[in-house]
């Protein structure tokens, strides 16, 4: 037998291995050299030379289990596995939730993902085909906006990009007449359904950075030569400071909420358990924090309807006032 005969086969066995066997499944020596014959067909090896590449992959430190029926009878399976169920469920879940990633897509990487495991257990993941939750017809463009952005940032590299909008018509307008920003780029996150880039227009202080941007409003992408020196930021609290990526001004904010479980759950949902949280009595408790006074706050804010009221700043107050006018404006015959 040649080697390279020897070395397909060890290949195609550990293979096997792989897919058809885990913790639950396990294949006996005439079962993995009759599948063997079908992965190689004319294979002629036997079940002598499956037990000795059984022991060259062991040798070579591939996990193979041996155990014994009450009969004698002895069954191999290869257990070890890179990631857990339950982390593949951590994988595939995100995935399939994500508004902004397409069908055709998810399937790819759900596929994927599921080569890391046994066929067996692949088959007890979330299939794609159930979840049709994608909306976005970007996703091409956002696909090539994470590599270039991921490069810049890795190598301290300004960007310039066009941002817009959609408008009534569906139409997409670039803002401020197609004018280029010049960003420095921090991170990437994935925030409510869609991806942003965090980083610093050159336009604006300190003071008014770091900034947000949807990737999917982003055209011409494009990475500049000119480096920047990279300052250790806060973003993780930037980004629990920022309601649903919107802008605003830092400002203490003081809530009173209704004690009710599920308005309770909601606050530490919003602003985690380390959130300034006190009891006010048995039917009321207050939060205090710093966060963005935005339409993205306000409207968080007025969700809540009657089990919220704000405290201060005075200024947020009188908008919150000013909103509920025209909200009872509107239904004014």
């Known amino acids: 037998m040649s080697e390279n005969n020897t070395g397909v086969r060890l290949l195609a066995l550990k293979d096997i291995f792989r897919k058809e066997t885990d913790e639950n499944h396990e294949l006996s020596i005439k079962e993995l050299v009759d599948k063997l014959k079908i992965e190689l067909p004319g294979s002629t090896a036997d079940q002598k030379a499956v037990k000795r590449y059984i022991q060259t992959l062991q040798a070579s430190g591939f996990d193979i289990i041996e155990n014994e029926d009450k009969y004698g009878k002895k069954f191999y399976s290869h257990q070890e596995r890179l990631f857990e169920n339950y982390q593949l469920r951590l994988l595939i879940d995100p995935i399939l939730s994500a508004r902004f990633i397409t069908e055709e897509e998810k399937k790819t990487i759900i596929n994927n993902v599921k080569e890391l495991t046994s066929k067996h257990i692949a088959k007890t993941l979330p299939d794609p085909i159930v979840y049709q939750q994608s909306i976005n017809q970007d996703y091409q463009l956002i696909k090539l906006h994470i590599d270039k952005i991921h490069d810049a940032i890795y190598q301290s590299k300004m960007i310039a990009f066009q941002y817009g909008d959609m408008d009534i018509h569906k139409n997409f307008q670039l803002r401020h007449g197609g004018e280029m920003y010049q960003i420095k780029p921090h991170a990437l996150i994935w925030e409510s359904d869609f991806y942003y880039l965090i980083g610093d227009d050159i336009k604006y202080s300190e003071g008014n950075n770091p900034r947000n941007y949807r990737l999917d409003r982003m055209r011409n992408v494009t990475i500049s030569n000119e480096r920047f020196a990279r300052k250790r930021k806060d973003l993780s609290t930037y980004v629990q400071n920022s309601f649903h990526m919107f802008g605003g001004q830092d400002d203490w904010i003081t809530l009173q ?77």
């Open 257 to 333: 909420f209704k004690l009710e479980q599920n308005v309770l759950n909601g606050v530490i949902d919003k602003f985690g358990i380390e959130a300034d949280i006190r009891k006010v009595n048995d039917e009321a408790f207050t939060l205090k924090a710093k966060a963005k006074l935005s339409p993205g706050l306000k409207a968080w804010i007025l969700a809540w309807g009657s089990k919220v009221k704000v405290i201060s700043p005075q200024t947020l107050v009188d908008e919150i006032i000013e909103e509920i006018g025209k909200v009872k404006d509107q239904y004014k015959e």
